[in-house]
T-cell receptor, first 109, second 112 residues
Framework: AQRVTQPEKLLSVFKGAPVELKCNYS??????LFWYVQYSRQRLQLLLR??SRESIKGFTADLNKGETSFHLKKPFAQEEDSAMYYC???????????FGQGTILTVHP | SQTIHQWPATLVQPVGSPLSLECTVE??????LYWYRQAAGRGLQLLFY??????ISSEVPQNLSASRPQDRQFILSSKKLLLSDSGFYLC???????????FGQGTRLTVV
């Protein structure tokens, strides 16, 4: 069975501080991993995916197969980064996603 | 461009009443469609998915059912709601050519 764990339900940082949202997964095959974000009053949307190896809005995430982790990082948090963040895994066919419980990030001025 | 519509945005229903949530997609054809639910204190859980008209797969046993009467229409239903059906319901679609899921605005269902 596949599982995604986000150990922090709430995370608060000050503007300009580094931020790391943790995500661990369990899956026997080769997973595809994603970070989705939901800003206030907006739809859940894709932030980044591990296969793209890109930086979006200053965020990066590296897939560590040895530690089965896909932590989301940003060196200098901004107030507009405040949102709900979900880590998700797609392992089987049909594009089904397994989500973590989500982390609410609050960036204080 | 592709868009996804989901309604209603909020719904308060008494226990034992029926439910019908509708989701439609525009600007694409033959998408994979999904219903997710977020219950209080839990992550998003996949309830149903569909790869084509009339094809429904259920991921968890529950009091709900889904139907896909048209290519771009996905309906979530219940004959008799339970208190435990309360939650935030999200419809999503996935194009055949990519791995990015697109979500509707969601429906906040409160069963009282």
């Amino acid at each position: 069975a596949q599982r995604v764990t986000q150990p922090e339900k709430l995370l608060s940082v000050f503007k300009g501080a580094p931020v790391e949202l943790k995500c661990n997964y369990s899956y026997s095959g080769s997973p595809e991993l994603f970070w989705y974000v939901q800003y206030s009053r907006q739809r859940l949307q894709l932030l980044l995916r591990h296969i793209s190896r890109e930086s979006i809005k200053g965020f990066t995430a590296d897939l560590n197969k040895g530690e089965t982790s896909f932590h989301l990082k940003k060196p200098f948090a901004q107030e507009e980064d405040s949102a709900m963040y979900y880590c998700a895994l797609s392992g089987t066919s049909y594009g089904k996603l397994t989500f973590g419980q989500g982390t609410i990030l609050t960036v204080h001025p | 461009s592709q868009t996804i519509h989901q309604w209603p945005a909020t719904l308060v229903q008494p226990v034992g009443s029926p439910l019908s949530l509708e989701c439609t997609v525009e600007g694409t054809s033959n998408p994979n469609l999904y219903w997710y639910r977020q219950a209080a204190g839990r992550g998003l859980q996949l309830l149903f998915y569909s790869v084509g008209i009339g094809q429904i797969s259920s991921e968890v046993p529950q009091n709900l059912s889904a139907s896909r009467p048209q290519d771009r229409q996905f309906i979530l239903s219940s004959k008799k709601l339970l208190l435990s059906d309360s939650g935030f319901y999200l419809c999503a679609w996935l194009g055949r050519e990519n791995t990015e899921a697109f979500f509707g605005q969601g429906t906040r269902l409160t069963v009282v």
